[in-house]
């Protein structure tokens, strides 16, 4: 496997069911992200870790929980999701300096949740 | 409000056609980061390019340019003679130094290449 793989890459899920999205990176980064893209609206940045330390949320629903067990590998966990959460989620890694220049951030392919 | 704009949503051309998509951003940050990013229908985005704030020269790379103009805060992208594998949407990206893992993208231009 190269790059940034995600699994599974749809899934139809109940508002009552619990699923996970992973994410698996191949690069040697050291910072992964969350990312939602709903249609028509920029992509909206959900968690970011670094170093497997989570640095940002931006205010997040609780039913959304991520984890990052290692460098290599993200999880979001799903519970009670709405129909407005279906949407593509996509995940990315990027390799971070201390000097705080932004690399550029790989992206995997995506899942596509639908919430019923 | 939003820190970068992509005002066309969707651009429709005939192959060989030149094509500029516009991206205007917002920041109080005088060193920033600008990215361009493709979107295939594949799904995954793919990195086109990066640039400085402190770095206005525009940049050339095969068919595809880089127009940043400080003064008015753009950061435009133009394919020359396009083609039909050019068909996505494209996002333009700013990142400011003080929280520099965290990207604004705008909500992105569909550019349809038809033959």
């Known amino acids: 496997e190269t790059g940034v793989t995600q699994t599974p890459r749809h899934l139809v899920m109940g508002m009552t069911n619990k699923k996970s999205l992973k994410c698996e990176q191949h690069l040697g980064h050291n910072a992964m992200y969350w990312y939602k893209q709903s249609a028509k609206k920029p992509l909206e940045l959900m968690f970011v870790y670094s170093l497997e330390e989570r640095v940002e949320n931006n205010s997040v629903p609780s039913r959304f929980s991520p984890e990052c067990p290692n460098s290599s590998h993200l999880f979001l966990h799903l519970h009670t999701l709405q129909p407005e959460d279906s949407a593509l989620y996509l995940c990315?890694?990027?390799?971070?300096?201390?000097?705080?220049?932004?690399?550029?951030?790989?992206f995997g392919p995506g899942t596509r949740l639908t919430v019923l | 409000a939003q820190k970068v704009t992509q005002a066309q949503t969707e651009i429709s051309v005939v192959e060989k056609e030149d094509v500029t998509l516009d991206c205007v951003y917002e920041t109080r940050d005088t060193t920033y980061y600008l990215f361009w990013y493709k979107q295939p229908p594949s799904g995954e985005l793919v990195f086109l390019i990066r640039?400085?704030?402190?770095?206005?020269q525009n940049e050339i790379s095969g068919r595809y340019s880089w127009n940043f103009q400080k003064s008015t805060s753009s950061f435009n992208f133009t394919i020359t003679a396009s083609q039909v594998v050019d068909s996505a949407v494209y996002f333009c990206a700013l990142s400011e130094l003080d929280n520099f893992n965290k990207f604004y993208f705008g909500s992105g231009t569909k550019l349809n290449v038809k033959p």
């Open positions: 990315a890694s990027s390799q971070e300096f201390a000097s705080g220049v932004p690399n550029e951030q790989f």
């Open positions: 640039r400085n704030s402190f770095d206005e």
